[in-house]
């Protein structure tokens, strides 16, 4: 990424930054960690690397340890900031986003949602910042658009990403999701899919799901941070749409003219040609 594009991409991250420095201003910020797979770790090291970077001293709740959900219930007495993390999971296949924040919503209104994908949303005083610039501001009319946190890997030192990188050793690896999200392209069985964001959640590490990446020349997949990943270490990447407007929103909002190594993959038959080609 060139220097304009770099400038380019970065904007969004400073209204972001401002937006929530101002929120916080004099508060205690409770950072609320959306419970997910192994992508959502890349999200939240982006996340916090952006945290460190801005200033920003927070508390951080696990939404997968019920411990923490009462923390959550407990605190939304006192003046704190509530800090949701950005996720896919404010849509009909996965709404644990919306009902955790709609739950803390009894309790206070000092909320502040990171980019997001919203297919469904609630109405909140505080601010909403959507991942694309399509169907999420259509569900969440109000809000502002930021890259998905893991983006922001994008623009610090790569060391702060992914240490001691070596080589390539393979051409190519196939990264394709085995749950409800999977499109009915039958590249789930292939023998050699590895569906990677199944194989840890968001607290796992984050840095080892990049250095499994890492391996590869070409990252064929249709699970999005893979996609992100891959690219953020200047991979090929193939990318196919989900079973709903997420992927391809995000490529439109954050991947395409930024990432010129990345192309979406829309068509079934298209996305199997490439496989049978790259394995040879």
Request: aromatic content about 10%; charged content about 25%; glycine content about 8%.
């Amino acid at each position: 990424m060139n220097g304009d594009k770099l400038a380019a991409f970065e904007a969004p991250f400073r209204t972001l930054a401002q937006d929530l420095k101002k929120a916080s201003a004099g508060r205690p910020v409770i950072f609320m960690q959306n419970h997910g797979n192994y992508g959502d770790a890349l999200i939240r090291l982006g996340t916090l690397r952006f945290f460190e970077d801005i200033g920003l001293t927070i508390r951080e709740l696990d939404m997968g340890s019920r411990v923490d959900k009462l923390q959550a219930i407990a605190l939304g007495l006192t003046p704190a900031l509530f800090v949701y993390s950005g996720s896919g999971a404010w849509s009909r296949a996965c709404e644990v986003g919306y009902r955790n924040v709609r739950r803390q919503m009894w309790l206070t209104r000092r909320l502040f949602v990171l980019p997001t994908t919203f297919e469904i949303a609630p109405t909140l005083d505080a601010p909403i910042f959507v991942r694309d610039i399509a169907d999420s501001m259509e569900a969440a009319p109000k809000g502002t658009f930021c890259h998905d946190m893991a983006f922001y890997l994008a623009t610090i030192h790569p060391d702060r990403v992914l240490r001691d990188r070596t080589p390539a050793t393979k051409p190519v690896g196939l990264v394709f999701r085995t749950d409800n999200e999977a499109r009915a392209h039958g590249l789930a069985n292939h023998p050699e899919n590895f569906d990677l964001s199944a194989n840890g959640d968001h607290r796992s590490d984050a840095a080892e799901f990049l250095r499994y990446l890492d391996q590869f020349d070409h990252v064929i997949t249709d699970r999005l941070h893979a996609a992100i990943g891959a690219a953020l270490l200047g991979k090929r990447v193939s990318l196919a749409p989900g079973n709903y407007f997420k992927i391809k929103a995000i490529y439109d909002s954050s991947l395409k003219g930024y990432f010129d190594r990345v192309d979406l993959v829309e068509n079934d038959e298209r996305l199997r040609h490439i496989v049978e080609d790259a394995l040879g």
